[in-house]
Nanobody, 119 residues
């Protein structure tokens, strides 16, 4: 059984920074890609950033966060961090960790962590 455990998030003023972390627990699986989505009230969930463990650790960023957010892998296996800088009020959302495991019957999601940026 795969579980994604998130930490970080909270309330910060515009221009500030936050760091999110996500760790996958369990055994007998290999994660291909791990990353973050976010969902603001009355909006669709959107991809924020992703880290591909294969392919030399390539990364993906949504257009709205490029240059401000950085995703990286942790020293522990199946762990990623999302460093969020220059935060804007429009970054306010629930952030969900996501893992893509080849061959798995479904996708894996964390419970979500709230990020609120005040103006």
């Amino acid at each position: 059984q795969v579980q994604l455990v998130e930490s970080g998030g909270g309330l910060v003023q515009a221009g500030g920074s936050l760091r999110l972390s996500c760790a996958a627990s369990g055994s007998g699986f290999t994660i291909r890609t791990m990353g973050w989505y976010r969902q603001a009230p009355e909006k669709q969930r959107e991809p924020v950033a992703a880290f591909r463990f294969s392919s030399g650790g390539s990364t993906y960023y949504g257009d709205s966060v490029k240059g401000r957010f950085t995703i990286s892998r942790g020293d522990a296996k199946n762990t990623v961090y999302l460093e969020m800088n220059s935060l804007k009020p429009e970054d306010t959302a629930v952030y969900y960790c996501h893992a893509d495991i080849p061959g798995a019957p479904y996708e894996y999601w964390g419970q979500g962590t709230q990020v609120t940026v005040s103006s």
